[in-house]
Nanobody, 124 residues
Framework: QVQMVESGGGLVEAGGSLRLSCTIS?????VGWFRQAPGREREEVSC????????????YYSSSVKGRFTISMDVAKNTLYLQMDSLKFEDTGMYYC????????????????WGQGTQVIVSS
């Protein structure tokens, strides 16, 4: 059984930054961040392998966040992060970390385990 608990959301002005955290218990091989705004479909934000040498690959980022968001992890602390810089109003939404079933350079397929989400609100 995998459990994931997000934190770090909040209210921030456009142009500001937030760092989301996700504490993970259980075994995962790939993880990711997803978001959903009211009235919109869930969107993949970023995905990466868990505890794998990243020397020869880059994480997946959606085109809407690439260059502004950075996914990282502290395996010793079982924690996944999402550093969000240069935030825009359209980044507003509920952010979830999740186990990832598979991912590639331009796609990410969510798995079966999710956190409860953390709300991000960006004021324009």
């Amino acid at each position: 059984q995998v459990q994931m608990v997000e934190s770090g959301g909040g209210l921030v002005e456009a142009g500001g930054s937030l760092r989301l955290s996700c504490t993970i218990s259980g075994l995962v091989t790939a993880v990711g961040w997803f978001r959903q705004a009211p009235g919109r479909e869930r969107e993949e934000v970023s995905c990466d392998n868990w505890n794998i040498d990243k020397t020869y690959h880059s994480p997946y980022y959606s085109s809407s966040v690439k260059g502004r968001f950075t996914i990282s992890m502290d395996v010793a602390k079982n924690t996944l992060y999402l550093q969000m810089d240069s935030l825009k109003f359209e980044d507003t939404g509920m952010y979830y970390c999740a186990a990832v079933r598979a991912w590639g350079g331009s796609w990410c397929l969510v798995g079966d385990y999710w956190g409860q989400g953390t709300q991000v609100i960006v004021s324009s």
